[in-house]
């Protein structure tokens, strides 16, 4: 009954979108749109490439779009931008609202809140344009813009002579800088699917120190272990800091949930949480999907579903 009452409506696949992640963006929608396509869904690709108001709701209106599945990231995609435009045109959307979308982007304000939850984060320290350069103690640190994905602008930073330029291609992103605490260990990333932690993926970047853009996007970049090698006490805890995570900056449906396992004590340091992640050949919401039993045509409509009925 869910899905033939999903195939009589129209289905409209936003991708591309204006931020830097403007490119991936673009390969997530294609393969969301070939997957309800092949399915039989009938559902047609939007590239959004500004975000007048007035003109998304002219093309959304024009095209008889009954719901949205959101494969913007970045900018005016896990922002709440284009969730607070959906909402005030009345149409469904997939993912999270404009309020969870902002602040999951928003890497202060999440680790706030991750904090004040009782979430594990590194600790950090904030730097803008303008201000001194500041006078770390312990090295090495993370460089990071507040407000960016797919780790633009992400350093890890060793000694003092490497700090100002790491800040500076930074500020490139975005206007304030975090300086977070390195924390050695295991990159670990975990999939939310409505109530269900999906299998823990293990990242290990191939040519990098870190995961960072090309890791994630060109092909041998990194090797995903799935489900991670873990001990079950281990996994538990890491799939309920995710689901914790998620729930504290009140994600909707599914997102993604980036950690670090500490070497130090075997405690899971959240990083980040993606609202919109990745759909393409080398994402690891799909990826840590496909190993718990649920492929990618079966995950993109299942996100639709949890959309409507919840």
């Known amino acids: 009954m869910v899905q033939s009452d999903l195939k009589k409506m129209k289905i409209g696949v936003l991708g591309g979108g204006i931020s830097s992640e403007r490119e991936i963006s673009l390969k997530s929608a294609i393969e969301i749109d070939a997957s309800l396509n092949r399915q039989g869904y009938n559902c047609v690709f939007i590239d959004i490439k500004d975000t007048d108001k007035d ?35 009345g149409i469904p959307y997939t993912g999270s609202g ?105 990242i290990i970047p191939a040519k990098n120190k870190y995961f960072d853009y090309n890791s994630k996007y060109i092909h041998d970049g990194a ?12 996994e538990r805890k890491v799939k309920e800091i995710a689901f914790l995570a998620h729930s504290v900056v009140k994600c909707k449906n599914f997102s993604r949930v980036d950690m670090i396992l500490s070497t130090a004590d075997n405690v899971p340091y959240v990083l980040e949480i993606n609202s919109v992640p990745g759909f393409t050949e080398h994402s690891l919401l799909p990826l840590s999907a496909r190993s718990a039993g649920i492929g990618f045509d079966e995950l993109v409509v299942k996100i639709l579903e949890l959309t409507l009925y919840g």
Not at 223 to 234: E, R, S
């Open 55 to 89: 003109a998304l709701r002219s093309i959304l209106f024009d095209n008889g779009i009954e719901i949205a599945f959101i494969a913007l990231h970045g900018k005016f995609g896990e922002d709440g931008g284009i969730q607070q435009y959906l909402s005030e045109f």
């Open 223 to 234: 090797v995903f272990n799935v489900p991670a090698d873990l001990d079950k006490m281990t």
């Open 98 to 202: 404009p309020f969870a979308s902002h602040l999951s982007m928003n890497k202060i304000t999440s680790k706030l809140a991750f904090g004040s939850a009782g979430v594990p984060t590194a600790g950090f320290s904030i730097w803008e344009a303008g201000r001194r350069i500041p006078d770390i103690k312990k090295y090495p640190v993370v460089i990071k813009p507040y407000f960016s994905g797919s780790s633009f602008g992400v350093n890890i930073v060793h000694d003092r002579a490497s700090l100002d330029a790491a800040l500076y291609s930074a500020l490139e992103y975005s206007s304030k800088i975090l300086i977070e605490d390195y924390v050695k260990g295991r990159e670990l990333t975990a999939g939310v699917l409505g109530n269900r932690v999906l299998d823990v993926v293990e």
